[in-house]
């Protein structure tokens, strides 16, 4: 294990709660900033640590900040905001932003950090809150090879595979292709299971076989049997998905790339989301097919 850091985290919501909590346990420093305080002060019950009452008190005299909040403006108002860690953090440190956010965000806290002496990395995750509690996240990260050298240990204390894509952004952009193929196993694995259904098979068993073969997917292995009972209130939520889902139909079309199926999965999430759905796991794609919403 290397040297205990110092380290502040940056948002207490369902993954970086776990997140933090992991580095306390490899024995780091963790001072933890979140906007709703209580939901610090019961961090800080169960694990320790210091809370603190601004992104930028939490920032200071820190070896590395990591951040897991909800958007860009999000991402924004903690780092460049009036109370923002690049207020505070010190020059040679590391931030490390988790979020899922846009590519142009990415490289424009690069520029601000360097100014500032400070190592930007963007490394959104996959993996789900389940993976955040077991440590066992994916990570994708866009950075400098020798900023992604010295974050490797930090990270890998909630991580089970972490991968430098190249320079700033290409964390961001990989996590683009990570959402697009998400959305159509979804959609595919909701459509065989409906399938499976109004055909009258005993559907779980249909599920176990076709799991032994070519359609075996985390998704069918994780989420097939909740599906079946209509259980969605875990996981990744609807409206996060549709957030993400945007950032990465504009990238395309940045690019000139064409992803006509994950622009129709995103105009089924949104049916979701009128069906009530803001919340639910991103698997409640099935609901709608049930409510009869492919077929108005």
């Not at 990395?121 to 400098?144: C, H, K, W």
Request: proline residues 3%.
């Amino acid at each position: 294990m290397t040297s205990p850091k110092r380290i502040a985290f940056i948002g207490l919501g369902a993954m970086g709660y776990p997140m933090a909590g992991h580095l306390v346990r490899a024995g780091h420093d963790v001072t933890v900033f979140n906007r709703t305080i209580t939901r610090a002060e019961a961090w800080q019950s169960e694990y320790g640590g210091q809370v603190a009452p601004t992104p930028a008190a939490a920032a200071k005299d820190q070896d590395a900040v990591m951040i897991c909040v909800g958007n860009d403006d999000d991402v924004r108002e903690v780092t460049t905001g009036e109370h923002g860690t690049l207020q505070s953090l010190s020059k040679g440190a590391l931030l490390i932003d988790h979020t899922t956010t846009s590519e142009a965000l990415a490289t424009s806290l690069a520029s601000l950090a360097d100014q500032s002496g400070v190592a930007f990395l963007d490394a959104p995750v996959s993996g789900g809150q389940i993976g955040a509690e077991n440590g066992v996240l994916t990570v994708m990260v866009g950075a400098q090879e020798d900023a992604f050298i010295e974050a490797l240990p930090l990270i890998e204390c909630y991580a089970k595979s972490v991968r430098r894509m190249g320079p700033v952004g290409a964390g961001q952009l990989t996590k683009m292709v990570n959402q697009i193929c998400i959305a159509g196993l979804l959609q595919g694995l909701s459509e065989g299971i409906h399938f499976a259904e109004r055909a009258g098979l005993d559907v779980a068993g249909a599920m176990e076989v076709i799991a032994q073969g070519a359609a075996q997917s985390w998704q069918m292995n994780n989420r097939a049997e909740t599906m079946i009972a209509g259980e969605f209130d875990f996981g990744f939520a609807v409206d996060w998905m549709r957030k993400d889902l945007g950032i990465a139909i504009e990238a395309a079309q940045s690019v000139g790339a064409e992803v006509p199926v994950t622009k129709l999965v995103d105009t089924f999430y949104k049916e979701v989301q009128d069906l009530g759905g803001h919340r639910w796991d991103t698997s409640s794609l099935i609901h709608r097919l049930r409510a009869g919403k492919a077929n108005p």
